[in-house]
Nanobody, 123 residues
Framework: QVQLVESGGGSVQAGGSLRLSCVAS????????MGWFRQAPGKEREFVAT????????YYADSVKGRFTISRNIAKNTMYLQMNSLKPEDTAVYYC????????????????WGQGTQVTVSS
């Protein structure tokens, strides 16, 4: 059974940092594009960042560019999201997702989802 499990969420003050992890199990994700999405209360799920299957390319939402960094360790089947200079508007449940090859920029493109991890940024 394929599983994506996020961890690393929590509560921080504005300007702080968090590092999210997403561990994939049940199959090798070495040929999968992976990404992070987030959903705030009352809002639609939105794209945050994506990384290609080999880690060669990364893409970010404008709202997080320059503050967040996505990376992956293929051997460990793990993806990361380093979040710096956090703002209250970054508060949301963060989800990791995966799809075969390509990139992952829309929720409808994902084949697999994690259960989400809460990130709360206070001012």
């Amino acid at each position: 059974q394929v599983q994506l499990v996020e961890s690393g969420g929590g509560s921080v003050q504005a300007g702080g940092s968090l590092r999210l992890s997403c561990v994939a199990s049940g199959r090798s994700f070495s040929s999968y594009a992976m990404g992070w999405f987030r959903q705030a209360p009352g809002k639609e799920r939105e794209f945050v960042a994506t990384i290609t299957w080999n880690g060669g390319s990364t893409y970010y939402a404008d709202s997080v560019k320059g503050r967040f960094t996505i990376s992956r360790n293929i051997a460990k089947n793990t993806m990361y999201l380093q979040m710096n200079s956090l703002k209250p508007e970054d508060t949301a449940v963060y989800y990791c997702a995966a799809r075969p090859y390509g990139v992952l920029r829309r929720p409808t493109e994902a084949d697999y989802w994690g259960q989400g991890t809460q990130v709360t940024v206070s001012s």
